[in-house]
């Protein structure tokens, strides 16, 4: 019964929320599946490799199911110190063979973090900078996500065990010639560690995309799998 209970509760919540997004206003749904792989060089040093597809699942008052991207990336990570690290990301992005009249994209991140515990619990601060690069303008992006996640039975996560991950994103793309754009991320993550090197995460996030200008409602079902070398 108690472990019914202990994941019953995460599911319900990101179940309702998914719900409610439904209901808004000019709104995208997307489903985007994940796979990360985690290798690590050296104590200080990881590589991650993740391939992604995004395909519509709901776009102009229609159900529907195309696909819109793919997107291969790479991160390098350095730890400094026990909290925190730096890192930089390239990323291509192919959607000129799902749309006409789009670009592919290639993009560049780099990246601080810093964590902090308590118990069971872990906060963690990211900052990012990004160059979008297109055929036909370059955006240059800033993120700030603060996140919290936790495991669902005890204070240590074990194998077999469910974590939970919830997190709030804040960016802003500026481009020349464009006004300035504000977007905000929640994200919930349900997660199971299967294995010693193997995750699997479902969940949901919901974007507020140009919320000082015209607000677009954007909806993500998420699910990923995460594979550590």
Not at 63 to 82: E, M
Not at 181 to 200: C, F, M, N, P, V
Request: proline fraction near 2%; avoid cysteine; charged fraction near 20%.
């Amino acid at each position: 019964m108690s472990f019914i209970k202990i994941h019953f509760v995460p599911i319900l919540g990101i179940v309702l929320f998914s719900n409610y997004m439904w209901a808004q206003e000019n709104l995208t749904a997307y489903w985007q599946p994940q796979i990360s792989l985690n290798y690590k060089v050296a104590k200080n040093y990881s590589h991650n490799f993740s391939f992604a597809n995004r395909s519509y699942l709901y776009q102009d008052e229609d159900f529907q199911f195309n696909a819109r991207q793919i997107d291969i990336s790479h991160f390098s990570n350095l730890k400094v110190g026990d909290n925190q690290s730096f890192g930089l990301g390239v990323q291509y992005r192919f959607r000129e063979v799902f749309e006409d009249g789009k670009s592919n994209e290639l993009r560049f991140t780099q990246q601080y973090n810093i964590v902090q515990k308590s118990r069971s619990l872990r906060f963690g601060n990211r900052f990012r900078a990004e160059q979008r690069i297109t055929t036909s303008q370059t955006i240059h992006r800033f993120r700030y996500r603060l996140a919290l996640d936790f495991p669902l039975q005890g204070v240590q996560l074990d194998v077999g065990e469910s974590y939970l991950i919830v997190s709030t994103e804040s960016l802003l793309s500026a481009a020349k010639a464009s006004k300035p754009e504000y977007d905000q991320r929640i994200t919930a993550h349900l997660g199971w560690l299967l294995s010693e090197r193997t995750k699997l995460q479902v969940g949901s996030e919901y974007r507020f995309e140009n919320y000082a200008q015209n607000t677009e409602n954007v909806l993500f079902l998420l699910t990923g799998l995460i594979v550590s070398l």
